[in-house]
């Protein structure tokens, strides 16, 4: 990472030099921003007399946000500015800013109609516009929003982190300016050692210019106790508050825990926010969902990577709904990804009482012996029998099933399995309530499924995950042959027929051609050993 000199910080937060700190969220989806208002929140405790400033650029029309950065940067004068980038979605299965990644790539792929495939082709170059447009501007923000901060201060610093960041950290540390702190994962420790002049050789960061330091993003989280933000205080240095809260539908977001202990091929959680899994007290998360409920809130997301991670934190999750529940914090609905292996009869009742109105499971495929493949740790059969008790507890909400096929050694047999195991699912919740969500994975950097690919062929050490030029976009959207035609086909007949219910048409579809296996079937895995399932994705 470069000499200890690069990070011995000699500007501290002292009477000497009054640190000003503007946090900016990038454009993106205006989804609440969590992260940089835990971090000034944070910063706020251990620096009462700080002056702070949050703006949140995905609040404004795209062509006032340049304007916007540099006309707050005038007025507000900071020493430090921190970005934030949500996500870089190159491959996402859900149309996005500009169309639908997923239709576009298949119909150049797969679609045997010449002017399906130029129509493709063309939505393809409209999100390829979009995608490079967006990191360019996002770069070009961050370069010009340190140059209008450093001609009022000339020792002015950035800082850049974020999720998109924490993934593509060595692609986006290439193109910034030199001097810039890159931060992985959480950011509290990394600024508060910033302000204090604390040397950062420890923190999971690096400066832009320098060596990164090697296996950064496997290194482990600092971790600390959370308390509940003070929300009287974010909204004397966030006037956009208010825009999210007044409209009444956003689910307004509530971190309970950080870290995943799991080991999903696919995933990058546990990478960026650490295996060891760190609860945050249930009086200040009770404490800081009052003060949201006071202001008008009634829709809450848990953020956590899962709600409740493993099965020994199933008491865990009973305390914070027994507590949300004693507070009397009524008529909210609250959602969350749950692995709904992970609960009993109590727990499921709580979870309705306190009005769990909606939530994700992320089991990828309906065939045990996949899931096991991708190493989820998830037993299938177990999920069902808790569904049955969300059911039994008085559950009558929507649930969104994610199926990522293609993933590893899919088959027909296989694809029979799990379209055995949805129609399952809609047999408990019903089948109007039972959302059946299609990906196809994007391929990500620092994942089992990268190095599955290098060993595969399917991609070389050195490629760029954030291209999104055709020949890498084939690969780099996960739904190697030879399935993979069978799946594009599919999806494309999918798309022209209803695309307004692109999973349930999916599902169909696949019943239709390949039929549906016992469900004991799918339930089943083969005993693999040690070796075989080490060798599965490597």
């Given amino acids: 990472m470069g000499s200890a000199s690069s990070f011995e910080v000699s500007r501290g937060f002292s009477s000497q030099v009054e640190e000003r700190v503007l946090l900016v969220r990038l454009p993106c989806n205006p989804i609440f921003p969590i992260g940089p208002i835990y971090l000034a929140d944070h910063l706020h405790k251990c620096f009462p007399d700080l002056p702070q400033r949050i703006l949140d650029l995905a609040a404004l029309p795209v062509l006032d946000v340049e304007r916007v950065l540099l006309a707050t940067i005038d007025q507000f004068r900071p020493t430090l500015l921190v970005f934030s980038w949500r996500d870089i979605q190159i491959y996402a299965p859900v149309d996005g800013r500009t169309g ?116 950064l993003i496997h290194e482990q989280p600092e971790s600390r106790p959370k308390t509940a933000c003070d929300y009287d205080y974010i909204s004397s240095i966030w006037p956009q508050l208010n825009w999210y809260l007044e409209g009444g539908d956003f689910y307004v977001g509530v971190q309970t825990k950080r870290g995943c202990p ?66 009397g914090l009524n008529g909210i609905r609250w959602a969350a990804y749950i692995r709904a292996d992970n609960l ?42 808790n569904c049955r008790l969300l059911v039994r507890a008085g559950f009558r909400q929507h649930v969104s099933v994610n199926y990522s096929f293609n993933v590893i050694d899919e088959r027909p047999e296989t694809i029979r399995q799990s379209i055995a195991y949805h129609r399952e699912l809609e047999r408990i919740f019903g089948p109007d309530k039972v959302e059946p969500a299609i990906f196809f994975i994007g391929l990500q950097p620092h994942t089992h499924l990268e190095q599955y690919g290098f060993e595969q062929g399917l991609i070389q050490p050195g490629y760029n995950p954030m291209s999104m030029m055709p020949w890498t976009a084939r690969k780099l959207l996960w739904n190697p042959e030879p399935m993979g035609s069978i799946f594009g086909r599919i999806c494309l007949e999918a798309f022209e027929t209803e695309p307004g219910n692109f999973g349930r048409t999916v599902m169909a579809l696949l019943e239709r051609d390949y039929g549906v296996a016992p469900l004991e079937e799918a339930l089943r895995a083969p005993v693999m050993g040690r070796a075989a399932l080490a060798n599965a994705v490597s």
């Fill in 344 to 385: 009993d009869a109590e727990l499921a009742e709580l979870m309705v009482a306190t009005g769990m109105s909606y939530f994700e499971i992320g089991i990828t495929s309906g065939s045990q012996e996949l899931v096991r493949k991708m190493r989820m740790g998830y037993n299938l059969r177990t999920v069902l029998e």
């Fill in 100 to 215: 639908n990644p997923l239709q576009h790539s298949f119909e150049v792929f797969y679609a045997s109609n010449p002017l399906r495939r130029l129509r493709g082709a063309f939505g393809g170059l409209l999100l390829m516009k979009s995608h490079y447009g967006e990191l360019w501007r996002n770069q070009r923000l961050v370069r010009h929003g340190l140059r209008a901060a450093r001609r009022h201060v000339s020792h002015a610093r950035a800082v850049l982190g974020g999720g998109a960041v924490s993934v593509f950290y060595e692609q986006l540390g290439r193109s910034l300016p030199k001097g810039t702190i890159v931060s992985l994962g959480e950011g509290e420790p990394l600024l508060e050692n910033l302000l204090r002049g604390v040397s950062l050789n420890d923190q999971r960061c690096f400066v832009v210019g320098e060596p990164v330091r090697a296996g």
């Fill in 262 to 327: 799991h080991n999903c091929c696919y995933c990058v959680y546990t990478v960026v926010e650490g295996k060891q899994v760190r609860l945050n007290p249930v009086k200040e998360v009770v404490a800081e969902m009052r003060q949201l409920y006071d202001r008008g809130v009634r829709g809450f997301w848990f953020t956590d990577a899962q709600f409740i991670p493993a099965r020994r934190y199933i008491e865990d999750a009973k305390n914070l709904l027994t507590a949300i529940k004693a507070e």
